[in-house]
Nanobody, 123 residues
Framework: QLQLVESGGGLVQPGGSLRLSCAAS????????IGWFRQAPGKEREGLSC????????NYADSVKGRFTISRDNAKNTVYLQMNSLKPEDTAVYYC????????????????WGQGTQVTVSS
């Protein structure tokens, strides 16, 4: 069974940092692009970042560019999202998702999803 499990969320003060992890089981991440998304109550799921499997290229939404960094450790079958300079508006449930090879800006293109991890940015 193909599964993704996010971890690393929690409560952090504005300006703080968290590192989220997305661990894959049942498949090898190097065949897949992994995206990070978030969803706050009453809002649409928002694409944040993605890393491709082929060349490791990355992309970022404007809302997180310069603050968030996506990386991949194929040996650990894990993708990370380092989040710095967190803002209250970053509060959401964060999800990782997988699709074959290439990144997509559209959540509907991703086949596999984790259960989400809550990130709360508050003073």
């Amino acid at each position: 069974q193909l599964q993704l499990v996010e971890s690393g969320g929690g409560l952090v003060q504005p300006g703080g940092s968290l590192r989220l992890s997305c661990a894959a089981s049942g498949f090898t991440l190097d065949y897949y692009a992994i995206g990070w998304f978030r969803q706050a109550p009453g809002k649409e799921r928002e694409g944040l970042s993605c890393i491709s499997n082929s060349d490791g290229s990355t992309n970022y939404a404007d809302s997180v560019k310069g603050r968030f960094t996506i990386s991949r450790d194929n040996a650990k079958n894990t993708v990370y999202l380092q989040m710095n300079s967190l803002k209250p508006e970053d509060t959401a449930v964060y999800y990782c998702a997988a699709r074959i090879r290439y990144c997509s800006a559209y959540a509907s293109r991703y086949q596999y999803w984790g259960q989400g991890t809550q990130v709360t940015v508050s003073s």
